[in-house]
């Protein structure tokens, strides 16, 4: 709704070139759909309108600590395999056959948590302390959000999930072989 290009196009324009950049969409798009949209093509956050300024502060403030998102040093691990996909965290690229895609810093740092805590449920608040280093009292749909991308990308069904599993109440489990 932006006067020459919509917010979804700045995204995929900004991307590519800085993917360190944070980015929060604030829009009067409110369908599941836009959300979902805003946030595949890499946006941060997403917040509608009407909102409380307070909130878009504290969101704001959120995304400033975490600057150091993107100095994570992934190049200890080796190339892993999810399924049919070979995934390489140095480069943040995952491939399989014809079909090959680029991970963000972000996913590819939940990716490797996951990893490190293979066959284990890992707490909702585990993830937002020790991925984006939020306090767990903050409300925020950011592991759900990055969970839905993973499994997009990896998962043969993402409404069946057998690699990246949710235990209801408790949190996430990744099985690396699929359970």
């Known amino acids: 709704m932006l ?3 919509d917010g979804f196009e700045v995204i995929k324009k900004i991307r590519p070139v800085s993917p360190q950049i944070p980015i929060i969409v604030l829009t009067a798009r409110t369908s599941s759909s836009d959300r979902i949209t805003g ?3 890499g946006a941060d956050d ?3 309108k009407p909102f409380h300024l307070q909130e878009l502060i504290l969101r704001v403030k959120g995304m400033l600590k975490r600057k150091d998102w993107y100095k994570i040093d992934l190049s200890a ?3 892993i395999s999810i399924g049919d996909f070979k995934v390489d ?3 943040q690229s995952a491939h399989s056959g014809k079909k090959s895609f680029s991970l963000t810093l972000l996913e590819a740092s939940l990716l490797k948590y996951l990893i490190s805590n293979s066959n284990r449920i890992v707490t909702r608040e585990e993830l937002l302390m020790n991925v984006w280093d939020i306090d767990s009292d903050t409300e925020t749909r950011t592991p759900e959000n990055f969970m839905m991308r993973l499994r997009k990308y990896f998962e ?3 409404a069946k999930p057998v690699y990246f599993t949710t235990v209801r109440g408790s949190g996430y489990i990744f099985f690396p072989e699929g359970k």
Request: charge should be negative.
């Open 3 to 5: 006067p020459h290009l």
């Open 89 to 91: 965290l140095k480069t």
């Open 77 to 79: 691990m080796k190339e």
């Open 46 to 48: 997403y917040l509608t």
């Open 156 to 158: 043969p069904d993402p």
């Open 39 to 41: 946030l595949e093509l």
